[in-house]
């Protein structure tokens, strides 16, 4: 069952004022991947244990593969029977028509990157991008989040190690973070500050000093992308200075595989995969959810209609 129009604006509305009170409080919002109903499933079982409040996010792989709109009612099904705050974040929306779909669809968040599938993208054409979503998100009052610049690397595992020196060129600038937020008057700002998507051999650092003069620079909401293998004080010193989203992926599917892995070796004779996945890898995959949110300080923080 679709939502309806009123029903998405009060979901939305709900979101931002949430967003603002988790930067006045200190918290930050877990954006956690989903990769199909077991993964929602494990962000169910620990948002629903540590009483935290939570978004989900596809981006279009996802997308095309499940619907957008089964996405909307597997969120909405599940969100009632654990009784959980959760919202959708459409992640990395790859075009203005596909945030577009999203916000028609009643995602509450829509973060738009034309870079990722068109890493020459100019600047002019990033912020025209972004104004055309803002501009078209007041349909529903979902949230718009956006940078100026291409993330690295992906959700996945690499084997190299991470070039620091060729990492801080694409730091975020406290100036450049200004200039963006005024000219998109988007809501939220995605910092890059060390964040890197996808797990790598060593653990990733984060500029705190640079997140700082960054929060001082602008007055929206800040997101950090990239969170999977970042040592946990990171994030809880990131909170306390301000930042009020942080999406992970990496972590979730390398416990998500693994698990699997062992389950399938231990039970050789079981053809019910999905037998397997419910009983012992949803498990796992909730615990690195419910970390993240002991990380993240939003545990206790959930307000449930
Ligand atoms: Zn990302």
Known sequence: MS?????IRKNCFKARQRMLQARKEHWAFGAFN????ATLRAVCIAAAKLKAPVLVEVSQGEV?????YNVRDMVDNLKSEYGVEMYINLDHSPSVDAAKRGIEAGFEFIHID???????ASDEDIIQATKDVVQYAKLTGALVESEPHYFQGGSNYFNTKIDYEEIEKTFSTPEGASQFVDATKIDTFAAAIGNLHGKYPVP???DLELLIKIRHAIDCNISLHGGSDT???YFREAVKIGVTKININSDMRFAYRKSLEKVL???PNEYSVAKLISKDVVNEVAKVVESKIMDFNSAGKAVVD
């Open 34 to 37: 989903l990769d199909d109903e």
């Open 204 to 206: 990733k650092k984060l």
């Open 231 to 233: 040592p946990g004080h």
């Open 114 to 120: 034309i870079s990722q599938s068109n890493h020459e």
């Open 265 to 267: 070796k231990e039970n």
């Open 3 to 7: 939502l309806s129009l009123p029903e």
């Open 64 to 68: 095309d593969t499940i619907g957008l």
